[in-house]
C-alpha cells in the first residue's frame, strides 16, 4: 500500500471516527488536515514529544504504544480508546511514546483546534456567507478585529452583485465592500488631462469603499467593475456600531473565582466530551452549537462567566448572551490557565502508577 493511499485512509477515519474533528464541516476539516501531524513509528522505536502551553490531543490511528508521562505507563490496545477520549499531552513537559508494533499516532494543538471550532461556528450561524468563510477571514480587516467582532459582522453582511463596466462613485463608497468574485479598477480623476486614469486593480479578498478611504485613498477615487462580480458588504454605520461598543469583557481567573464565590453562574461551552474529561466545578455544561436554543433557559437575572478551552468558543458565547440582554463576562484563557482545582473523570484505564523502567 502506498503512503499516499494509507494517509487518505487515516485522514478518512479521523473525519469520522475521532473527536472533535467528526463534529467539523468538511471544509474545515479540510483545513485542519494542515495542523496536526501524522507520525509513523515502527515497532520497538521511541518517539520524544513536548507539550505545549496546553494538553494538546494525541490519537492513536492504527497499532498499539505505550505512553509514559510524569512517572507512569499508559497501555493504548487499540485505537478505539482514543477516538472519543483522546490522551492528552502534559503542559510543557516531555512524553515518551513507545511504539509496541507498527502504528500512526496524530498529534493536534487544541489552541489551534479551538480557532478552527469557533470559526466552524461562525460559518454554521451566518447563513449564506459560509461559502465564503475562507476569503473573510484572510482579510486585513478582519484579521484586525477580534472573533466575537467577527460573528457580529457575519451577522449582518449582505449579499449584492455588480456588472461589468458598473461605476462606484466615491460618494457612494458608503460601506465595506469585499469582492468575492471578479475584478474591479480604482479610477482617480486627473484634473489635467480632464479624465479618470488607472490607479490599482482590485480582486478577490480586496475591499474598496471606507476602509479603503480610512487606510488612505484619495476621496475623488471611483470604481469601476471590470467584469461581473460578486461582492459582500457592510454598512459604515454596521461597522461603526460593532467596533465602537463594548463586545466581550473577559476576566482573570482570580477575579472569576471571586465573582463566582458572590453568586455568578459558569456556563461551559465546550463538547460534552471535554466537559466530561474535565471542568471547573459548579459549571452548567451548554455547547456552543446548542447556545442559541437554550438560551431561554438562562435566568435574565443572573450574570454568567462563560469558559471554553482557551476562550475563542467563550468570546463567541459571551456575545451571544449579551445579544440576548444577559450579563455576560469570558474566562480569560479558559481552563487552560485556570488556576485552581478543575473537577475530572474518575475513569483512567490502563494507567500504572510505578516508576518507569527500561531493560
Known amino acids: ?58 490519537y492513536l490511528m492504527e497499532g498499539e504504544i505505550d505512553l509514559v508521562c510524569e512517572g507512569t505507563i499508559r497501555t493504548i490496545g487499540s485505537p478505539e480508546e482514543t477516538q472519543h477520549s483522546p490522551l492528552l499531552l502534559p503542559k510543557l513537559q516531555s512524553c515518551s511514546i513507545i511504539a509496541k508494533t507498527d502504528c500512526i499516532i496524530s498529534h493536534a494543538r487544541r489552541e489551534i483546534l479551538d480557532n478552527i471550532i469557533a470559526w466552524d461556528h461562525i460559518g454554521c450561524e451566518t447563513g ?18 477580534p472573533i466575537a467582532y467577527i460573528q ?19 460618494e ?23 479624465k479618470f486614469r488607472h490607479v490599482t486593480r482590485l480582486g478577490v479578498g480586496d475591499i474598496f469603499g471606507d476602509e479603503a478611504q480610512v487606510a488612505g485613498k484619495r476621496p475623488d477615487e471611483n470604481i469601476v467593475m471590470l467584469e461581473d462580480s460578486e461582492v459582500l458588504f457592510l454598512n459604515r454605520l454596521d461597522y461603526q456600531e460593532i467596533i465602537s461598543r463594548p463586545q466581550v469583557q473577559t476576566i482573570q481567573p482570580q477575579v472569576a473565582k471571586t465573582m463566582l464565590d ?11 466530551e471535554e466537559h466530561i474529561e474535565s471542568h471547573i466545578a459548579g459549571a452548567r455544561l451548554i455547547p456552543l452549537a446548542k447556545l442559541s436554543e437554550k438560551l431561554n433557559e438562562l435566568n435574565k437575572d443572573r450574570p454568567y462567566i462563560v469558559y471554553c478551552h482557551s476562550g475563542p468558543m467563550s468570546a463567541i458565547a459571551s456575545l451571544i ?8 463576562y469570558t474566562l480569560e484563557g479558559g481552563i487552560r490557565d485556570w488556576p485552581y482545582e478543575v473537577e475530572t473523570s474518575s475513569v483512567a484505564p490502563n494507567i500504572v502508577s510505578t516508576p518507569v523502567k527500561f531493560h
Open 172 to 194: 457612494q463608497c458608503n460601506a465595506y465592500y469585499l469582492i468575492l468574485s471578479g475584478s474591479a479598477e480604482v479610477q482617480a480623476y486627473d484634473k489635467q488631462q480632464q
Open 128 to 145: 449564506d456567507t459560509v461559502k465564503y468563510i475562507d476569503i473573510i477571514r484572510n482579510t486585513l480587516v478582519f484579521q484586525r478585529l
Open 262 to 272: 458572590n453568586g455568578y453562574q459558569l456556563l461551559d461551552v465546550r463538547y460534552p
Open 152 to 170: 457580529n459582522a457575519f451577522s449582518r453582511m449582505k449579499h449584492r452583485c455588480f456588472s461589468k463596466g458598473e461605476r462606484i462613485p466615491s
Open 321 to 328: 448572551l449579551k445579544e440576548y440582554g444577559l450579563e455576560a
Open 1 to 58: 500500500m502506498t503512503l499516499s493511499t494509507k494517509l487518505q485512509r487515516v485522514l478518512f477515519k479521523l473525519g469520522n471516527l475521532y473527536f472533535p474533528f467528526n463534529n467539523l464541516s468538511p471544509t474545515r476539516l479540510q483545513e485542519i488536515i494542515n495542523h496536526i501531524r501524522l507520525i509513523e513509528l515502527q515497532q520497538h522505536e521511541i518517539l520524544q514529544l513536548r507539550g505545549s502551553k496546553s494538553r494538546d490531543y494525541l
